[in-house]
C-alpha cells in the first residue's frame, strides 16, 4: 500500500463533477450535511430508501406512476424494489434523442479494425430502433420473449438490443468467436423467437466470415421464428451459394420510419440474460431486470464516472462481456457511445489510444493488459495524441498492476484519473471503484461503490480492516439478478452466492479494505494461494511478474498434494526472441522477494507456449490447477469457453510429461 495517493482530486474541475450536484440534493431532502465521499457512501448503506429514491428523483426517471415505496423486502437473495412502478430501459436510452441539442449529435460512432467509422445520431438512432421493433411485432414478438443475437461489437447490436427491451422482450447476446455449438448453448436455453446474425467479424487483421456458423447456429435453435441477416463484412457469396442468403435482411427491417413505441413493465421484469463463464459446464444465465439496471447504471455512469448528456464513452469490449451492457448504458446518461469490431492490440499498442482521441472521449475503458503493452512498448500516448477529452480511465477485468498507476499519470496525462473498478457479471455493476471526489492510491480501488455495503469478511463473517477477507455484500442492490435461467426454485442461485454466509452476498473475491477506506483486490477467493499457513493473491505476483519486460503474461498456481505438501509453480510466457534462462528466473524471483515477500517465490519457474482464458479474459488458474493435480481435460473446462483450449491441452500434457503435483514441491 502506498503512503500518498498518487491522484487527488482538482477543485477547479470543469464542469463540476454531477457526484457534487447529487450530495447537494441529498442533503437538501435528509438535511444533513454530508461533505464527504465517505459521509455519501455511509448513508447510501444505512438508509437504502433515502439513497435509491433521491438516485431515481435525480436522474428523473420515467415511470407511469411515483414510486410509493423503495424497497419492500429487503431480503437477499428476493428484494423487492420500487413496487407499483413500470418503466422500460429503451425509453430512458433513447430519452436524449428528445433533446434539441443533441438530436443531430452522434448516439453510437462503430469503428471497425480497418479504421472505417459509421456514426448514428440520435434521431437516427430513435428511428432505426423504431423499424426494428415494428418488424418484430408484425412477426409476432411479444412481452416476456426472448430475442437473440450473435454479433461483433457494432451498432447493429446495440439498435437490436433496444428494439427488444423497448417492446419488453428479453435480449441476450454472444459474440461470433464461439462455434455455433458454443453459442446454441448459451442461447438455446433461452428458446428464442428471433435470431439477429453478423456475417462475421474482424480481428487482429483477419477477417473471419460466419456465415456457415450462423446458418447452423439458426439450424440448433428450433424455437426461432425469424432470423436476420447483417452484412458487417460485405463478403461475397461463399461457394456457389450463400448459406444465409435467403435470410431477412438488416437493411430492409431498418430502414423503415415508426416511432419506436415503450412497453413500461414491472420493474422487476426482466431485461436481458447475461452468462457465467461456462468452463466447467453449460453456462449459468444470469437474469436482470429493467428497472435495476437502469437506476444502477444511472448511479455507476453519472455518479462514479461523471459521465453526463453530451459526453463521448468509449470503453474496449465485446458482446461476451458485461461490459458491453455497460457500453449499451451509456445512452441512458445521453452520452455518445463508441463501439469497435477489432483487436485491441492491432496493428499495435497505440490503437485504443488512437480511437480514443479520434472519437474525443472523455471517458476510456481498457483492461489492465492495454497499460502493461504500453509501457513495454514505451508509448506516450499524452504526448503522441490528442487525448485533451479524456478525464478518467476506467479499468476493469482484473487487478490493474501498481506499476501501472504512475505510467497513467506520466504518459497518459496528470489530471487524468485512472478508476481501476471491480464488479462482476452477476450484478452487471461495479462493487467497487472511483468517483472524481475520490483519491486514487497505486494498485487500490477507492473506494466501495454508492450504495454497495461491501465489506471484507473472515471465516467466521468479522469485518476485517488491513486483513484479506472474503468480499461480501451486506445489503440488497437493485441489479443483483433477479433469477438463474432455468432455476424454478432458486436453488441455483442461493448456492451461488448465499452458502457461505445465509443472507449476505458472497462474491469470491479475496479482498482488504485498508485503513484509509480503499480496496486491494487480491484475485478469486477460490484459487487463493495457502504458501506455510499464509494465504496469498494471485494478483500481487502478476503486479509484479507480469511489469517484467521479458514476460509477456503470467499464471500462478498453488497445488495441495496428499502427502500434505504444496507446490506453486509459476508458469510464463516470455516475450518475442527470449528465453527462460537462469540468470531470468533469479530475477524474477528476486523482484517478487523484494516487492512482494519471500512467500511470493514460486517453487518453480517454467516457460509456456500460452496461458488460457475465459472468453473474457479472465486466467483460468483453477482448471490449471486441476489439471496438474491429475484430474481429466474433459471434467475441468469446456472447450467453448475457453479463448485458447490449446493452452489447457498442454498442461495436460505438461501434467502426464513432467508429473503431477503429488510429485512436486515440499511439504508445508
Known amino acids: 500500500m502506498t503512503a500518498e ?51 431515481w428523483d435525480f436522474f428523473d426517471i420515467i415511470s407511469d406512476e411515483p414510486y410509493t415505496e423503495v424497497l419492500a423486502d429487503r431480503s437477499m437473495p428476493g428484494a423487492e424494489w420500487f413496487p407499483g412502478t413500470h418503466v422500460n430501459y429503451a425509453e430512458h436510452a433513447l430519452r436524449a434523442a428528445l433533446d434539441e441539442r443533441l438530436v443531430d449529435e452522434p448516439a453510437i460512432i462503430t469503428v471497425t479494425e480497418g479504421g472505417d467509422s459509421i456514426e448514428v445520431t440520435w434521431r437516427e438512432l430513435r428511428r432505426q430502433v423504431g423499424s426494428v421493433a415494428a418488424w418484430m411485432r408484425e412477426r409476432g414478438v ?32 454472444c459474440a461470433q468467436d464461439y462455434a455455433a455449438e458454443g453459442a446454441a448453448a448459451k442461447l438455446g436455453q433461452l428458446e428464442p423467437t428471433a435470431l439477429f446474425a453478423a456475417d462475421g467479424y474482424f480481428w487482429n487483421g483477419q477477417t473471419f466470415d460466419r456465415r456457415d456458423q450462423v446458418a447452423d447456429l439458426a439450424a440448433l435453435i428450433p424455437s426461432l421464428r425469424a432470423v436476420v441477416r447483417i452484412d458487417n463484412l460485405g463478403a461475397e457469396p461463399l461457394d456457389e451459394q450463400d448459406p444465409i442468403a435467403e435470410l431477412v435482411a438488416w437493411d430492409d427491417i431498418a430502414s423503415g420510419d415508426t416511432p419506436p413505441e415503450f412497453v413500461r413493465v414491472d420493474f422487476d421484469t426482466p431485461l436481458w440474460v447475461l452468462y457465467s463463464s461456462g468452463t466447467t459446464g453449460i453456462p449459468k444465465g444470469i437474469v436482470h431486470s429493467h428497472g435495476g439496471v437502469v437506476i444502477d447504471h444511472l448511479r455507476l455512469l453519472g455518479l462514479q464516472l461523471d459521465l453526463r448528456p453530451g459526453d463521448r464513452f468509449f470503453w474496449y469490449t465485446n458482446t461476451n462481456w458485461m461490459m458491453w451492457n455497460l457500453v449499451a448504458s451509456a445512452l441512458l446518461a445521453g452520452a455518445t457511445t463508441v ?20 472519437t474525443h472521449a472523455n471517458v476510456l475503458g481498457v483492461s489492465p493488459g492495454i497499460f502493461l503493452s504500453g509501457m513495454k512498448a514505451g508509448l506516450k500516448p499524452g504526448e503522441e495524441l490528442d487525448l485533451s477529452a479524456l478525464r478518467t480511465i476506467g479499468a476493469t477485468g482484473a487487478p490493474v498492476p501498481a506499476q501501472c498507476f504512475p505510467w497513467v499519470r ?13 464488479g462482476g457479471t452477476d450484478v452487471v455493476s461495479g462493487f467497487a471503484g472511483s468517483a472524481p471526489n475520490l483519491e486514487v492510491w497505486s494498485g487500490e480501488l477507492s473506494a466501495p461503490i454508492l450504495g454497495v455495503a461491501l465489506q471484507s469478511w473472515d471465516n467466521d463473517g468479522e469485518p476485517l480492516i488491513d486483513e484479506v477477507g472474503e468480499m461480501v455484500i451486506t445489503e440488497p442492490m437493485p441489479s443483483m439478478p433477479v433469477k438463474f435461467w432455468n432455476d424454478p426454485d432458486a436453488q441455483r442461485y442461493r448456492d451461488t452466492y448465499f452458502s457461505m454466509f445465509r443472507g449476505v452476498w458472497r462474491h469470491g473475491d479475496w479482498i482488504t479494505i485498508t485503513d484509509h477506506g480503499s480496496v486491494i483486490i487480491s484475485g478469486r477467493s477460490d484459487a487463493t494461494l495457502n504458501r506455510h499457513g499464509v494465504r496469498l493473491g494471485s494478483a500481487d505476483i502478476y503486479d509484479v511478474v507480469d511489469g517484467i519486460a521479458e514476460v509477456a503474461e503470467s499464471l500462478v498456481i498453488g497445488a495441495e498434494q496428499p502427502n500434505g505438501g504444496y507446490w506453486m509453480p509459476l508458469f510464463v510466457v516470455l516475450a518475442e526472441g527470449v528465453e527462460l534462462d537462469d540468470q531470468l528466473r533469479k530475477r524474477i524471483k528476486d523482484e517478487l522477494r523484494t516487492k512482494a515477500s519471500p512467500r511470493h517465490v514460486p517453487d518453480d519457474i517454467i516457460d509456456v507456449p500460452a496461458i488460457p482464458h475465459t472468453r473474457t479474459g479472465k486466467k483460468l488458474e483453477v482448471p490449471v490447477k486441476r489439471l496438474i493435480q491429475g484430474h481429466p481435460l474433459e471434467r475441468v473446462a469446456n472447450p467453448d469457453a475457453v479463448d485458447a483450449f490449446e493452452a489447457l491441452t498442454y498442461f495436460t500434457r505438461f501434467a502426464v510429461e513432467e508429473g503431477s503435483a503429488d510429485q512436486k514441491g515440499s511439504a508445508d
Open 5 to 55: 495517493p498518487i491522484w487527488r482530486t482538482n477543485p477547479e474541475q470543469t464542469p463540476r463533477p454531477q457526484i457534487y450536484a447529487f450530495t447537494e440534493f441529498a442533503n437538501k431532502r435528509t438535511g444533513q450535511g454530508m461533505a464527504s465521499y465517505d459521509d455519501l457512501w455511509r448513508w447510501s448503506v444505512n438508509d437504502l430508501d433515502g439513497f435509491w429514491g433521491a438516485v
Open 410 to 422: 506520466d504518459a497518459v496525462g496528470e489530471r487524468v484519473q485512472l478508476a481501476s473498478t471491480s
Open 339 to 358: 463501439c469497435f469490431d477489432g483487436s485491441p492490440l492491432y496493428p499495435g499498442p497505440r490503437r485504443l489510444w488512437e480511437i480514443a482521441a479520434d
Open 142 to 173: 411479444e412481452q416476456g420473449d426472448r430475442v437473440v443475437g450473435y454479433l461483433p461489437n457494432t451498432h447493429h447490436a446495440l439498435v437490436a438490443f433496444l428494439a427488444s427491451a423497448s417492446i419488453g422482450a428479453i435480449w441476450s447476446a
